[in-house]
């Protein structure tokens, strides 16, 4: 059937408005009109922009799209198919399918189908990170343009350029009203990355109505105080002036830069077009015909292709990307003999292991009644594991000397503008930020982590549930776990937060409770390579346990343990983590004496130990012993699956106060004798 327009870029972008409205409209559910508006800028970075080879999508050296207004996913679905993207499997292998069918498209929001509500990372080769939650898909694009810059600092040769690639984020008013969008943007600005652009849609619509109900500022003066570079296009539909302002992206050397891209949200829908009813909910079959006939579409034809546009885009960016993507093989060709070492770091990093002899170094603690806070034990843990694996990569939120999470060894250096081969990276005091970041280290392939008071968690828990969600091994570091931090108070001691990050599925907390439960908690947390790690760890010091006395530590692969125990069957079995483990074996001793038979389980990581098989789990925690104290500085909640119904449970029920950490522990009775209160009562 023909179409009106014989204009082949016409009918590309329109193409992908039309795709998109049926989709939207056959699910009932969904946002059509910003598909609509933004469809030629997607047109534009994909099929004439981008450095990318839709036969190999995740080659190391294409540039990267991240779609960061999220609710608009049928924009990028509708490209990814039209492009022709293939298909990979979990393991990142071709699949000689398409990434995107015709018929994912038609099933848009349905159970099965890889074309989500939301772009979900791990669906469909080309969802570069999960997006939806406004702002985080921005913050995610900073990690990965600080990945480049990193990667081509360490990499890159005088004869072989590995990493050159380019990030383009597209984003909305809702995006930049977001805290965490400017959080990422000041950091990206200080870092002058360059290889880094944020396309706005400013479209004057939000769900409410126009955006002067609660957004009135000058986005690109507020841009320029961040120190980026600002174009302007006037009119989304201008594919010129589109170009031309990309192209002021690629010859600005020292800053990222923002395009800010004037649209209209639903164009070409006659009766809602420019107005918020075109934002969250389908345009209307009737609607949706009078956007076709204004686009020379046959208006009754769903899901319709003109014939030659898939053509179209093999011709561009089919074969631009395949070019560049043999270009890059034959000097990754060359790279590999002429750098046999750094070629082998790089193929641990591209396959997601870990290099031979990672751990080799982790240290073995001797055993001190005085001991030491774990976050010391962590920092130099964390050393011992970072310097054999050379594509670790992290930083704290400006605490670094209270969390002990910089790199100290030699060579590790600084993350710094200009300044990209250190490993130590500064966030300044933007925590939500950081999480973000991370995540967007993360999905370059580095081993990244982050770090911070725990308390700060409040600050990061998006960027955390959403590492989870993208089975991303990103490595958490809060310190000053407890009520334990002491003289700062209430606002800065953590009671509900292990809870709450122990709500966040897939997250695994550890809470060690002693330097070599750090060592092992370290060493296990770091083979998990599809989920996040939080380390919960004290300002305090705690006693490290003398291990020919007590259970190896070893034993904290299986989230929990038996660390000391009783001939025959316990009278009381006490169970804590960190550093409220020796409360537990003092009362222990003291209970032993008084003939009891007492069983001490450390718990450092409850999803791990959930993790075991039942019989490991009845072996620690036998159900005929009902008698169980669990004994934690925070809130009882998530121990209750473990001590039962007739459990007790010594820690806090509500907020803590400011004094010496013994005398604020004292104050709330998680002590000694209120740990033998409970056993004996």
Excluded at 87 to 95: A, E, I, P, Q, R
Excluded at 130 to 135: D, I, Q
Excluded at 211 to 220: C, K, M, P, Q, R
Excluded at 476 to 499: A, M
Aim: charged share 20%; net charge negative.
């Amino acid at each position: 059937m023909s179409v009106a327009s014989t204009d082949i870029e016409n009918l590309a972008v329109d193409t992908i408005r039309t795709l998109s409205m049926d989709a939207v409209q056959t699910a009932n559910s969904g946002h059509p009109g910003t598909p609509m508006a933004l469809a030629p800028i997607a047109y534009q970075l994909f099929n004439h922009t981008m450095n990318y080879d839709p036969a190999q999508p995740q080659w190391p050296g294409r540039d990267r799209f991240v779609l960061s207004c999220g609710h608009a996913s049928m924009l990028l679905y509708s490209v990814l198919h039209l492009a022709g993207v293939q298909g990979v499997d979990h393991d990142g292998n071709l699949t000689g399918q398409p990434s995107i069918t015709l018929e994912d498209i038609k099933n848009f929001r349905q159970i099965g189908s890889p074309c989500a509500g939301h772009p979900e990372f791990g669906e469909a080769a080309g969802i570069e990170t999960t997006t939806g939650p406004l702002g985080a898909g921005v913050s995610n694009s900073v990690g990965m343009a600080m990945a480049e810059k990193w990667l081509a600092a360490n990499y890159n040769t005088s004869e072989q350029t590995l990493f050159d690639y380019n990030v383009y984020a597209l984003c909305s008013d809702g995006d930049l009203m977001e805290g965490v969008a400017c959080e990422a943007a000041s950091l990206a600005g200080h870092l002058k990355l360059d290889n880094l652009c944020w396309i706005y849609d400013d479209n004057h619509i939000t769900i409410e109505g126009d955006t002067d109900l609660s957004f009135s500022e000058d986005v690109g003066e507020r841009f320029k105080g961040l120190g980026w570079n600002v174009a302007h296009v006037a009119d989304a539909n201008d594919l010129v002036a589109l170009r031309a302002a990309l192209d002021s992206f690629h010859g600005c050397s020292d800053k990222p830069t923002i395009i800010i891209v004037r649209s209209i949200i639903g164009w070409g829908a006659p009766n809602k077009q420019n107005t918020h009813g075109a934002h969250g909910a389908p345009l209307g079959w009737d609607e949706v015909a009078l956007a076709k006939e204004n686009y020379g579409f046959p208006k009754d034809e769903k899901f319709y292709v003109p014939d030659g546009l898939r053509e179209h885009f093999q011709r561009n960016v089919g074969e631009r990307g395949a070019d560049a993507y043999q270009a890059w093989s034959a000097t990754w060709s060359d790279y590999q003999k002429a750098h046999p070492d750094k070629a082998t770091e790089l193929k641990a990093m591209f396959s997601g292991q870990l290099p031979d002899g990672w751990d080799r170094d982790i240290p073995t603690f001797e055993a001190s009644e005085k001991g030491d806070a774990t976050r010391n034990s962590s920092g130099k843990v964390l050393n011992s594991i970072a310097k054999n694996i050379p594509f670790m990569i992290g930083g704290s939120a400006d605490l670094a000397p209270s969390n002990k999470s910089e790199l100290t060894f030699e060579g590790a250096g600084n993350f710094l503008p200009g300044q990209y081969a250190g490993r130590n990276l500064h966030f300044g005091i933007r925590e939500h930020a950081m999480a973000g970041v991370v995540n967007g280290l993360s999905l370059s392939g580095l081993r990244a982590y982050a770090a911070t008071f725990f308390v700060f968690t409040d600050y990061m828990r998006g960027g955390m549930r959403l590492a989870s969600i993208m089975h991303q091994p990103v490595l958490y570091i809060l310190t000053h776990d407890s009520i334990g931090v002491g003289e700062d108070g209430p606002t800065h001691q953590p009671v509900e937060h292990l809870t709450a990050c122990r709500a966040i599925p897939g997250l695994y907390v550890f809470r060690p409770g002693d330097a070599n439960e750090v060592a092992e908690c370290y060493r296990t947390a770091m083979t998990i390579d599809d989920h996040p790690s939080a380390f919960v760890l004290s300002r305090q010091n705690m006693p490290t346990f003398d291990r020919d006395v007590y259970a190896s530590a070893s034993l904290c692969a299986k989230g929990g343990y038996v660390l000391s125990d009783c001939e025959g069957t316990p009278d009381v079995i006490l169970m804590a983590s960190g550093s409220e483990l020796g409360l537990c074996t003092a009362a222990a001793r003291e209970l032993t004496d008084a003939g009891k038979n007492v069983r001490v389980v450390s718990m450092p990581c409850m999803e791990l130990f959930a993790q075991q098989s039942p019989s490991y789990r009845d072996e620690v925690l036998p159900p005929e012993v009902t008698n169980r104290v669990a004994v934690e500085a925070g809130i009882r909640m998530c121990w209750d699956r473990w001590i039962g119904s007739a459990g007790k449970f010594v820690g806090m029920s509500g907020y803590g106060a400011s004094g010496p950490y013994a005398e604020v522990y004292e104050h709330f009775g998680i002590t000694v004798e209120a740990v033998i209160d409970a056993a004996n009562g």
